[in-house]
């Protein structure tokens, strides 16, 4: 029986992860610091647990016994993770959670990461020749768990994968973030303050990358996998694209706000070893997956 362990289960991206991982036949169970609610899914076996809690942390591993871990958790709130000293914290809970991972007799892992470890000025992002040069705390707590990780899994031998995560939207995003900012200032018939938006980035609906995180860790795929569409966007065809299916175009107010300095005209990840190792694609196009995270926030708004 495949056993997997979920961290981070009830976030942006775990929660669309727990329905793949069942009908892909694992024993799923996810952790939440949180006690679940009457609409969490019922086929999941749940675990009210701190992860900063190494003893909670050495009682779970000793209950489970996974032999998957599928590690999402992370400090993530917008406006403050970048920079916030808890990354340090959850650098060597990352590490804790591993180890009891691995001494229950765990062999495969898989971790987020994140687009921001790249250097952004090469522009088109590829696993093991793009260089790496994070910018913020947050950042470089995720590329130093990578590279300990990674000198770890070749020490003792355990399949590990890293998922660079690039931008994303959909069902559940906090509203402080682009796309749901934009979406709900509209749906209050507030104006959309934006920034020009003349920077292209690359995004992807939160449920496929839920799905390319979950293949990947079903895979023997190792080491650092972009977790992407592979196509570049400009976020002002985005926003615009927002008002168009909300029929409040009257209300985006683009080049409102400043463009952060140093900002960088092109992010795209180059997506091969997800395409042809990982043998996975996305389900979403742009216009489908927008389309579909207006329909949801619609119904939130109701």
């Known amino acids: ?125 590829r696993e093991n020749s793009t260089p790496l040069e994070p910018a913020d705390l947050y950042s470089v707590c995720k590329h130093a768990l990578h590279i300990m990780l990674t000198s770890w899994s070749e020490q003792i031998d355990f399949s590990l994968a890293w998922g660079r995560v690039f931008f994303l939207y959909g069902p559940f995003e906090h509203p402080k973030r682009l796309v749901a900012s934009v979406i709900c200032s509209l749906l209050n018939n507030e104006f959309a303050r934006c920034t020009s938006g003349y920077q292209e980035r690359d995004y992807l609906h939160v449920d496929d990358v839920a799905d390319g995180l979950v293949a990947l860790l079903h895979s023997n795929v190792e080491g650092p996998v972009n977790i992407a569409s ?46 042809n190792e990982v043998v996975w694609r996305p389900r979403f196009t742009l216009d489908a997956g927008l389309e579909d995270t207006v329909d949801w926030w619609k119904r939130q708004h109701g």
Request: net charge neutral.
């Open 230 to 275: 592979g196509e570049a966007t400009a976020v002002c065809d985005i926003i615009s694209a927002l008002g168009r299916l909300l029929g409040r175009e009257e209300l985006l107010r683009l080049g409102a706000l400043p463009t952060p300095p140093g900002e960088q005209p092109i992010v795209v990840a180059d997506v091969d070893r997800l395409h």
């Open 1 to 125: 029986m495949k056993r997997v362990l979920v961290t981070g289960a009830t976030g942006f991206i775990g929660r669309s992860t727990l329905p793949r991982l069942l009908a892909m036949g694992y024993e799923v169970h996810a952790t939440t610091p949180d006690r679940v609610g009457a609409s969490a899914p019922k086929d999941i076996v749940w675990h009210c647990v701190d992860l900063l809690d190494g003893p909670q942390v050495s009682a779970l591993m000793m209950s489970v016994s996974p032999t998957h871990l599928l590690h999402l958790a992370w400090y993530a709130v917008p406006g403050h993770y970048r920079s916030s000293t808890e990354n340090l914290r959850w650098v060597q809970a990352s590490l804790f959670l591993v180890e009891k991972f691995l001494q229950r007799g765990g062999r495969r892992v898989t971790v987020a990461g994140t687009c921001a470890e790249y250097d952004w000025r090469d522009g088109r992002c």
